[in-house]
């Protein structure tokens, strides 16, 4: 079950930094997490200063 980004987000690229699997790229006001790529490992989530990433 991949991690997906809320619109908490405030753009600031932590989470993409941390991706292990460069799964998370800026998307359109936000950042956003490719389901294909993402291994849920949650390191998005333990990054994040809003708590944007959470696991669906």
């Known amino acids: ?3 997906a ?5 405030i753009s ?3 989470c993409a930094a941390d991706c292990p699997v460069e799964a ?3 998307g ?6 490719d ?7 949650g390191a998005c989530a333990g990054t994040c200063p809003v708590d ?5």
């Open 5 to 9: 980004i809320s619109d908490e987000c």
């Open 24 to 26: 998370i790229s800026e």
């Open 1 to 3: 079950m991949a991690y």
């Open 35 to 41: 389901p294909e790529k993402c291994i849920d490992c």
């Open 28 to 33: 359109d006001g936000k950042y956003v997490i």
């Open 52 to 56: 944007a990433p959470s696991a669906q």
């Open 12 to 14: 600031c690229g932590a």
